[in-house]
């Protein structure tokens, strides 16, 4: 998988990068949701907003040659993580309060 590197997003939604990453390659909503495996609706609530933690991000940034961290978060630092890293942060964005609050206390914990 290529890297992508761009300077901050500037507050990009997960939604608008998606978008414009697609249409960078010239790609309409259907042909992604081919290549990732997943469907047109799934594709268009991404891009509206409407789905902030989508369960196919790493098919997805895959189907669009980008680095997941970068689509999710929209920061370029986060491509130095590791995989193992890059499938807890994918796990992370899937969880809902107050499971965040407790695993993030613990890890702290864990690292003070």
Request: hydrophobic content about 35%; aromatic content about 4%.
């Amino acid at each position: 998988m290529t890297i992508r590197t761009k300077k901050r997003d500037g507050g990009e939604s997960l939604g608008k990068r998606l978008r414009g990453r697609r249409r960078e390659l010239g790609l309409t909503q259907e042909q992604l949701a081919e290549r990732a495996g997943t469907t047109q609706a799934v594709i268009q609530k991404i891009e509206n907003g409407k789905s902030l933690r989508p369960r196919k991000i790493d098919e997805i940034a895959s189907a669009l040659d980008i680095n997941a961290a970068w689509l999710m978060f929209g920061n370029d630092r986060y491509d130095d993580l590791d995989s193992e890293a890059m499938q807890v942060a994918a796990a992370w964005s899937r969880l809902c309060e107050p499971a965040r609050s407790t695993l993030r206390r613990e890890i702290m914990r864990q690292s003070g």
